[in-house]
């Protein structure tokens, strides 16, 4: 009876398989190919990174990664899809390290039933800081207003693409307004996005709060060529509302679903420390932006960490979020395993315990 | 002429009051808050003398001006005054701010903020984005982490001030450089100023530290210009580590356990102080030439400047090029000092070549032990040695 009804299971999901099998073409590979160049050169031996997501930061691995040969050209097979392409390559030459990066103008590229011809697209060079190395002669200007008055001390981020919502690390290094809200950023030529804010606690990084400013530039994209200095003339910023926070909070990566962690944030002595952000990396580097950030921690140390997936999670916590570790911040890791990772499944919740956070002098 | 629209809010406390104020608006009386009420950009709120304020939760936040005399701010749970931005027509003087997790933060603009007592916060008072705030004659005492704590490229003016048990620092600058720091006092904290980080480069002149853990504690690569200060009573007066590379010139340091303490590849230059009176003048620990060539530069790239917050990734924000020591010879530099009379007169008998007992250098103790492998401790140069004190005028200071 048991071996029956095994057979007619098996049966029975062929049967469901069967016509995805028949859609798949055979004998035909899917994927993209091209060339990455450095100006108007072929770049050889640089690196071609596939993701899923359009994460800005690329903190989670890449799902396929190749290399250019010595003519800078590429080739992937992947499965048909859409996908996010970047190219990077850290070179060192006299002694001096360089990073070049690009995203993929094309992006998202879509694969159906072959390899697809990428156009070519040129590397740029990143500063040491992750800056870019301008044009010369080359940028955007304009002037920082809420309420039709300069604000001073707002900070410009650069962004090469919108999908992130202009959220996180900027693409090169931010800029801050003068006391007349000017500001000048100098860059290579291109098609970048625009977004400025000014907190309460004059961070460069970090959630915005009620009562901060910030906004989108409303020419996005701004596109600039090279040897000009484009004038973008004001740019308005509007007050958060907490309302319009707390929407946006239940949004995204923020979103409550039913699968997550929960636990305690204490000191050493074990007493609970409020105000701690629990965060969830894919990557067990656990650098660059997390995938999934908690509430701060309430006065009972508690939190809730919700996730939008099943998986191995890389935890850890800290008392703000963007930025080198400064004095006085709180800073931990789950401790269950050597590398702070953790595994559960969709729909399952999981009790972490306690997450022993310090302050850092 | 300009007529300002005054709200007199009177007949208080008021509870649970949650607001934005849009016009200029005098506070009189009690007032209580349990929400943060903001002050928008181009509005004064003006506080008058013996008006006590008290919070329940939320921050009075001032992006306009805040005048406030002789103002009690008080609360639990409460996140302090936030000035955004606020120029020199924001004042605040003779007022207690207490109770919050920070007292007053300033972000940016210029504020005077004058005879002011921050007590019992976690932190006193915050000084970020560039602020050129003005903090004159108040009294940091009591807060649980810092008194004033400086960051961020801020350039404020601090005189005249007291730094009084505070929970671990009484000043901290952390890549800051204050234009002025100057004509005060710290006493009773574990330490008194702390100046961390490359790039914290301040002149610290003319300051008493008296009976702290440490009087001042200079670490990862830091080099302030210490002149004629006073550290007198403290365990130890000055602490030199990672990297530090201070100048300490014209400082009067007696009566401490240790008077300078030098230790992991700090190379100050010291010169013009007198020492009197301490239990040792010169410590050096795990301090080494050898060990600075062949390690120094892997085990920066695994401080916490250099990584991510939680430990693993680079991020490189200053070039060990920067960081290196610029002399390597094996030696600290602490010529031309006045290191009392008894050990003046040692000095005057063995010779530049003889070993002081107040000095612990590798002559003490040869080396040092760190991961299995033996490193020779560097040793203190301290011919020629001034004969006579040199530092008599700092006790004019505060």
Not at chain 1, 74 to 95: D, F, H, N, V
Not at chain 1, 221 to 239: A, E, I, Q, Y
Not at chain 1, 273 to 294: C, E, H, Q, T, W
Not at chain 2, 214 to 230: E, K
Request: aromatic fraction near 8%.
């Amino acid at each position: 009876m048991y071996r029956l009804a095994l057979k007619t299971k098996r049966l029975l999901c062929l049967s469901l398989l069967f016509p995805l099998l028949a859609a798949c073409p055979r004998g035909e590979e899917s994927g993209v190919r091209g060339v990455l160049l450095f100006g108007e050169y072929p770049l050889a031996g640089a690196q071609i990174e596939v993701y899923l997501k359009n994460d800005k930061d690329r903190s989670t691995l890449p799902f396929a990664v190749t290399s250019t040969d010595s003519e800078g050209r590429y080739r992937l097979t992947l499965p048909a899809g859409r996908y996010y392409l970047i190219g990077k390559k850290k070179e060192e030459k006299a002694g001096r390290v360089r990073m070049l990066m690009a995203e993929c103008p094309g992006n998202p590229v879509e694969t159906d039933a072959a390899i697809k011809e990428i156009p070519p697209f040129s590397l740029m060079e990143m500063g040491q800081s992750g800056s870019l190395i301008p044009d010369p002669g080359t940028g955007v200007s304009g002037r920082i207003v809420a309420a039709g008055a300069p604000v001073a001390g707002a900070f410009v981020y650069i962004y090469s693409e919108e999908a992130a919502g202009l959220m996180g690390p900027s693409y090169g290094e931010a800029v801050q307004t003068g006391d007349d809200g000017r500001f000048r950023i100098d860059l290579q030529a291109g098609r970048y996005y625009l977004a400025a804010r000014r907190r309460a606690d004059g961070s460069r990084m970090g959630e915005v709060q009620p009562g901060d400013l910030n906004g989108a530039y409303p020419g996005n994209p701004v596109t600039v060529p090279r040897g000009t200095v484009s004038s973008l003339g004001d740019f308005p910023l509007k007050t958060v509302d907490g309302g319009q926070r707390q929407e946006r909070l239940s949004q995204g990566k923020f979103t409550k679903t039913k699968t997550f962690f929960s636990g305690r944030t204490v000191d050493q002595d074990g007493n609970p420390v409020s105000d701690v952000y629990a965060f969830a990396y894919l990557d067990s580097r656990m650098v660059g932006k997390p995938s999934y950030i908690s509430d701060p921690s309430d006065d009972s140390g508690r939190f809730v960490l919700y996730l939008g997936d099943g998986g191995t999670y890389y935890i850890g916590a800290r008392s703000t979020f963007g930025g080198p570790l400064e004095p006085g911040e709180w800073v931990g890791t789950y401790d269950g395993r050597p590398d702070h990772g953790v595994a559960l499944s969709k729909d399952q919740s999981l009790p972490l315990g306690d997450l022993v956070v310090r302050e850092v002098w | 002429m300009r007529r300002a629209l005054v709200l007199l809010l009177l007949l208080l406390p008021l509870p649970a009051w949650s607001l934005t104020l849009t016009s200029d608006t005098l506070w009189e009386g009690e007032l209580s808050f349990s929400e943060t009420v903001r002050v928008e950009p181009g509005v004064l709120l003006t506080v008058a003398p013996g008006t006590v304020v008290t919070f329940s939760g939320g921050r009075l936040e001032v992006a306009g001006r805040l005048v406030a005399r002789g103002v009690r701010f008080s609360g639990q749970d409460w996140e302090g005054i936030v000035l955004k931005g606020c120029d020199a027509a924001t004042v605040l003087s003779d007022c207690t701010v207490e109770g919050a997790r920070t007292g007053i933060f300033v972000g940016g603009g210029a504020p005077k903020l004058e005879r002011l007592r921050l007590e019992k916060n976690d932190v006193g008072m915050e000084i970020k984005q560039k602020s050129a705030a003005a903090i004159v004659d108040c009294r940091f005492s009591a807060n649980s982490r810092v008194g004033l704590f400086i960051k961020d490229e801020a350039a404020p003016l601090v005189t005249g001030n007291l730094f009084a048990g505070n929970g671990k620092f009484g000043v901290y600058i952390y890549r800051a450089l204050p234009r002025m720091l100057s004509k005060n006092v710290f006493t009773g904290n574990p330490t008194g100023l702390m100046i961390s980080h490359y790039g914290s480069d301040p002149r610290i002149e003319g300051n008493r530290f008296e009976k702290n853990g440490v009087g001042i504690f200079v670490d990862r690569a830091a080099r302030p210009h210490l002149q004629g200060n006073w550290l007198r009573g403290n365990e130890t007066g000055l602490r030199l580590y990672r990297r530090s590379d201070p100048r300490v010139e014209g400082n009067n340091l007696s009566d401490n356990g240790v008077a300078i303490s030098v230790a992991y590849s700090s190379y100050p230059v010291i010169a013009g102080n007198d020492f009197t009176g301490n239990g040792s003048a010169l410590v050096l620990e795990f301090q080494s030439s050898a060990w600075e060539a062949e390690k120094g530069s892997v085990v920066r790239q695994e401080e916490v400047s250099s990584v991510g917050a939680f430990g693993r990734g680079a991020r490189n924000e200053v070039s060990e090029a920067e960081r290196r020591p610029r002399v390597l010879d094996g030696t600290v530099d602490a010529r031309g000092n006045w290191w009392g009379p008894k050990e003046t007169a040692e000095m005057e008998r063995t010779g530049a070549r003889g070993n002081p007992a107040s000095i612990a250098d590798g002559r003490d103790t040869p080396t040092f032990t760190e991961g299995g492998k033996i490193y020779p401790l560097d040793t203190v140069r301290f011919a020629p040695w001034s004969k006579v004190p040199l530092t008599a005028d700092l006790e004019k200071l505060p």
